[in-house]
Nanobody, 113 residues
């Protein structure tokens, strides 16, 4: 199995926006349930977005209304649109299918003024 490849992270001021991208290989991509996760410094990894293959999405309260997960099956890519970013959103962000396959390197998001 090939690792996911995440991109799009960076340094952003509070209130700013970023869009993360993740490419997952596999001919069955359109049937994957997909998730975005984050791991803040010194903390456990947590899921911040879930996209069921049929289109249903789930978000924890901490990001509800600010984060949006979406997919492009033609590009084997899942996105995470993040708006109104807060310092507590600072973390390494990862994507994966469910059940999880190998983890990628992630992409660093830092929210700071």
């Amino acid at each position: 199995q090939v690792q996911p490849v995440e991109s799009g992270g960076g340094l952003v001021q509070p209130g700013g926006s970023l869009t993360l991208s993740c490419v997952l290989s596999g001919s069955s991509f359109r049937r994957y349930n997909l998730g975005w996760y984050r791991q803040p410094p010194g903390k456990e990894r947590e899921r911040v977005a879930l996209l069921i293959a049929g289109g249903t999405t789930h978000y924890p309260q901490s990001v509800e209304g600010r984060f949006t997960i979406s997919r492009d099956n033609a590009k084997n890519t899942v996105y995470l649109q993040m708006n109104n970013l807060k310092p507590e959103d600072t973390a390494v962000y990862y994507c994966n299918r469910l059940p999880a396959g190998p983890w990628g390197q992630g992409t660093q998001v830092t929210v700071s003024s």
